[in-house]
């Protein structure tokens, strides 16, 4: 991922290339180099709006690290649509993000298998190391913390993931040394 961008220097332009690259915007991937639509200041029809919000919002956070507000409004506004239908499909998604992410993401697995094997105290193990609670981003930006209801492999309880590796049968004593894994 990379470092979220500092509001002032949020390249807005991107999304030019981003929206135009998508499907519903009615132009070909092939005719981008030339002539990338909609032009600045235009939008698109209200059902091509709506077909191409998601994987705009999805290219776009892929881009800016996660989803600013003026991202979200350049966006409302280049593809015609409603501020508010921009909100309430980022809200509703868990995979949209409004607020900058850390370069590691953790996974703490709250789950009913990881619950009675002391997931509860790998939490707070990892809590204590990060300095955050779940939801929130370690200030020099290399962990966010996050909790969920299951990793899918209960044979590993306690579980915790960090990126796309797992870590099971865990004990407090542990969770420092696999976060020490990340830089
Ligand atoms: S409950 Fe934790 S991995 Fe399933």
């Not at 960090?162 to 004593?173: E, H, K, M, S, W």
């Amino acid at each position: 991922m990379t470092h979220p961008p500092h509001i002032e220097t949020l390249d807005l332009d991107a999304l030019q290339n981003i929206i135009a690259r998508q499907p519903a915007s009615g132009r070909s991937s092939t005719s981008l180099g030339a002539a990338p639509g909609p032009p600045d200041g235009a939008t698109l029809s209200l059902s091509k709006g709506r077909a191409a919000l998601i994987p705009v919002l999805q290219e776009a956070q892929a881009h800016y690290g996660y989803l600013p507000e003026l991202v979200l409004e350049e966006i409302a506004r280049r593809l015609g649509l409603p501020l508010s239908t921009v909100y309430g499909v980022v809200t509703f998604y868990a995979q949209f993000h409004l607020t900058p992410r850390g370069r590691h993401t953790v996974r703490s697995c709250q789950g009913t298998a990881c619950h009675v094997k002391g997931g509860r105290a790998i939490l707070a193990a990892a809590e204590r190391a990060l300095g955050v609670k779940p939801g929130e981003t370690t200030h020099d930006m290399r962990f966010t913390l996050e909790t969920v209801a299951c990793l899918g492999t209960c044979f590993l309880a306690p579980a915790i993931m960090v990126d796309d590796q797992y870590f099971g049968n865990l004990t407090a004593r542990d969770v420092e040394s696999v976060l020490e894994q990340f830089e």
